[in-house]
T-cell receptor, first 114, second 120 residues
Framework: AQKITQTQPGMFVQEKEAVTLDCTYD???????LFWYKQPSSGEMIFLIYQGSYDEQNATEGRYSLNFQKARKSANLVISASQLGDSAMYFC???????????FGKGTRLHILP | KAGVTQTPRYLIKTRGQQVTLSCSPISGHRSVSWYQQTPGQGLQFLFE???????NKGNFPGRFSGRQFSNSRSEMNVSTLELGDSALYLCASSLGGRGLAGSPADIGQYFGPGTRLTVT
């Protein structure tokens, strides 16, 4: 069965510091996609970044980068130069090639301190 | 392009009643997925519709049903509401193609703001 594990329930980080949110995944499929979503207190899920299992380079989107280590089955999100507006819940998620369902981890609540 | 819209945003219902939630996807997107989010269970997949057909289904009882119209708008219905159905219901739209080749925008699911359902 497919599974996403996020081991950090909560994190406190000083503004302007870089932060790494951990994510490990489990699947026997060779083809899969990994996502990170941000959920502010308003509730809307915001799509941040995507990494395909066959992509050789780590995905980057502005201040977000995904540290993809396929052999270790990890897909950590790195946020550079954190801002107060980054305070939110962050979800790591996975989709498999054969269907469109997304499996989510339990999330990490990130608090950025001024 | 307008984003995903969901109506209503908030809803209070009594146990035993039924409820219908609506989701309008991003223009051009043909797939709509529904998720339930609760503090205890996290985000759980309900079902996915593509071109008016249910293409995938999660592990929820038959009280949860949905449909999709020819304009890709989707509705989700919950009958005989239970207290445990209180949750944030999120819908997500995507192009719906199979496979993982393409840009993140082609593959990603884009979520609406959700409908917060409270069952009393």
């Amino acid at each position: 069965a497919q599974k996403i594990t996020q081991t950090q329930p909560g994190m406190f980080v000083q503004e302007k510091e870089a932060v790494t949110l951990d994510c490990t995944y489990d699947t026997s499929d060779q083809s899969y996609g990994l996502f990170w979503y941000k959920q502010p207190s308003s509730g809307e899920m915001i799509f941040l970044i995507y990494q395909g299992s066959y992509d050789e380079q780590n995905a980057t989107e502005g201040r977000y980068s995904l540290n993809f280590q396929k052999a270790r089955k990890s897909a950590n999100l790195v946020i550079s130069a954190s801002q107060l507006g980054d305070s939110a819940m962050y979800f790591c998620a996975m989709t498999l090639n054969r269907d469109d369902k997304i499996i989510f981890g339990k999330g990490t609540r990130l608090h950025i301190l001024p | 392009k307008a984003g995903v819209t969901q109506t209503p945003r908030y809803l209070i219902k009594t146990r035993g009643q039924q409820v219908t939630l609506s989701c309008s996807p991003i223009s051009g997107h043909r797939s709509v997925s529904w998720y339930q989010q609760t503090p205890g269970q996290g985000l759980q997949f309900l079902f996915e519709y593509f071109s008016e057909t249910q293409r995938n289904k999660g592990n929820f009882p038959g009280r949860f049903s949905g449909r999709q119209f020819s304009n890709s708008r989707s509705e989700m219905n919950v009958s005989t509401l239970e207290l445990g159905d209180s949750a944030l219901y999120l819908c997500a739209s995507s192009l719906g193609g199979r496979g993982l080749a393409g840009s993140p925008a082609d593959i990603g699911q884009y979520f609406g703001p959700g409908t917060r359902l409270t069952v009393t």
